[in-house]
């Protein structure tokens, strides 16, 4: 059974930082692509970014201001967020699914979510 588990999010200005962590079960991490999604109030969740092994892959709102990385050795996968704006507000998701893709339909277990919130 695929569990995912969120941290990392909170308060902080524009231009700030924060770093989310996606911990998750048994081999997960090297079994499936591990994505970030957020959902901003109002709206579906669009990607952000998402990861397998070495490869990465990014949303068009993450390019040159967040970095997904993976630690293998605790499981878990971090979203390094820098430059952060306040339209990046909103509940990030990290999911699971069996293939590189943008659409979260495409992802089959979701963790329970870390809310991030950018004051102007």
């Known amino acids: 059974q695929v569990q995912l588990v969120e941290s990392g999010g909170g308060l902080v200005q524009a231009g700030g930082s924060l770093r989310l962590s996606c911990a998750a079960s048994?081999?997960?991490?090297?079994?499936?692509?591990i994505g970030w999604f957020r959902q901003a109030p109002g709206k579906e969740r669009d990607f952000v970014a998402g990861i397998r092994w070495t490869s990465t892959y990014y949303g068009d709102s993450a390019q040159d201001r967040f970095t997904i990385s993976v630690d293998n050795a605790k499981k878990t996968v971090h979203l390094q967020m820098n430059s952060l704006k306040p339209e990046d507000t909103g509940v990030y998701y990290c999911?699971?699914?069996?293939?590189?893709?943008?659409?979260?339909?495409?992802?089959?277990?979701w963790g329970q979510g870390t809310r991030v919130t950018v004051s102007a």
């Open positions: 048994g081999n997960v991490i090297n079994t499936y692509v």
């Open positions: 999911a699971a699914g069996p293939a590189f893709s943008r659409l979260p339909e495409n992802f089959n277990s």
